[in-house]
């Protein structure tokens, strides 16, 4: 017995996906749910970092009121020196997201030479890039970062981040250099090669434009890596030092003993922005991940599929499969 969708437009879009002959469509982003909350939510973030330095005070200016709770004065309340939270939240996002887009920039560029070149160039180029890439994919990152951090007394939110770039642009560089090969072998590209077109030209129109839904998820992983990362450092007091950021806070926060002073303010603000960011992010690598893989598409279709279908189509299956 044959089992039909009840919905006719998903029939005719199938259809039309398999009957309809055309030239080979450009990849974009779906408008789902979880792209526009995603980037809703990180547009948000980012604004407040960037434009709420300019509108509070200094964050590390000390006053006569500890651990007072959020009132008309303090909207977030103080810590237990008398320090704005909300102040300090704002240079936090900022200094968080500054090390976000260093460790993204830097993971993209290291990623996309020593995979995509190494891998368009070929011969021993590409083995000497592979043979890198797989020593650095292997070298513990954390624990490297942790012992850097430990021997350098002082820390700038620029040394941090570019640490955690050289550490993390390994796995990225992998991923690109395998889509790159299969990208290499192409019959467009190879009829590029043989009417004469340079190698720079070609990887810059015919390879490049094909990696960049693979290029922004792996720069959105890597940000996201990279404000955990930080965090975690600073959390256990290896982070950057003489800056803001969500580990710094909650890493003071802890030494303040807030949780047990039951000071919810001086520690909730900046945990909660990093559990909302990295969400964001990682409900737009979803709707990425939705342009390179294609079976993600087909399964959510499939999916909606058997929620049109009626009650005796279900039993019917039902009986069918027993």
């Known amino acids: 017995m044959a089992i039909t969708t009840l919905d006719p437009h998903l029939a005719a879009d199938e259809a039309a996906e398999t009957t309809t002959p055309g030239p080979r469509r450009r990849a974009r982003l779906p408008r789902t749910a979880k792209l526009v909350t995603g980037v809703s939510l990180a547009g948000t973030i980012a604004l407040f970092g960037i434009l709420g330095p300019f509108v509070v005070g200094d964050p590390s200016t000390v006053n006569d009121i500890g651990l007072a709770p959020p009132s008309a004065d303090f909207l977030l309340g103080t810590t237990q020196t008398g320090q704005d939270v909300l102040a300090q939240l704002a240079y936090a996002t900022r200094g968080s997201l500054t ?37 650095m994919l292997v070298i513990p990152g954390l624990p490297l970062v942790i012992v850097i951090s430990s021997y350098v007394p002082e820390k700038s939110i620029w040394l941090v981040a570019v640490v955690l770039a050289l550490t993390g642009w390994a796995g990225s560089a992998r991923v690109l250099r395998g889509f790159t090969l299969s990208l290499r072998g192409r019959d467009y590209v190879l009829a590029a090669r043989v009417s004469g077109e340079r190698s720079w030209r070609i990887l810059a129109v015919e390879i490049l434009p094909n990696l960049i839904p693979l290029l922004a998820s792996q720069v959105v992983f890597a940000i996201i890596f990279a404000i955990l990362g930080e965090a975690g450092l600073s959390f256990l007091g290896l982070g950057a030092s003489g800056s803001f950021t969500w580990g710094t806070m909650l890493f003071y926060a802890q030494n303040g003993l807030a949780l047990r002073l039951g000071a919810w303010w001086w520690f909730v603000p900046p945990g909660l922005l990093l559990a909302l960011f990295g969400a964001a992010l990682s409900l737009i690598n979803f709707s990425i991940d939705e342009v390179i893989n294609p079976k993600l598409r087909a399964q959510t279709r499939a999916d909606r599929k058997k929620w049109s279908m009626s009650r005796e189509q279900l039993k019917d299956a039902a009986e069918v499969i027993v």
């Open 99 to 135: 090390i976000g887009i260093v460790v993204g920039v830097l993971t993209l560029v290291l990623s996309a030479f020593f995979g995509v070149v190494g891998a368009f160039a070929g011969g021993w180029l590409d083995e000497a890039f592979s043979l890198f890439s797989n020593v």
